[in-house]
């Protein structure tokens, strides 16, 4: 998996998914499968850090539901949202329907 897009660091009860630069459709393709595969491998907290993400498209928005269905609102939680990030979540709706809060 690209290092450039994401970087995991795996807890005892934490599986983290450090994102970094832009999320466009290119950037989700290559990322995809392989992080599908490693949260359905765990029965951690799946934590997103955004923390570095300057840009996230629809496809990133697929991705973020794709394993919010397989793993529940409960064990996934984003955090580090930019503001304009955000705002692409709130347009969704997916910032209220996952509990992401104001």
Known sequence: MPSDVVQFSDGEKLLVCAFMGPLNAERCQQIQEDLIGKIEA???VVHFDMKEVTFASSSFLRIVLTVNKRVGKERLKITNVDPQV???FKMSGLWDALGMGS
Do not use: C, R
Request: zero cysteines; a positive charge; glycine letters at 0%.
């Open 42 to 44: 765990t029965e951690s």
């Open 86 to 88: 955000k705002k692409v």
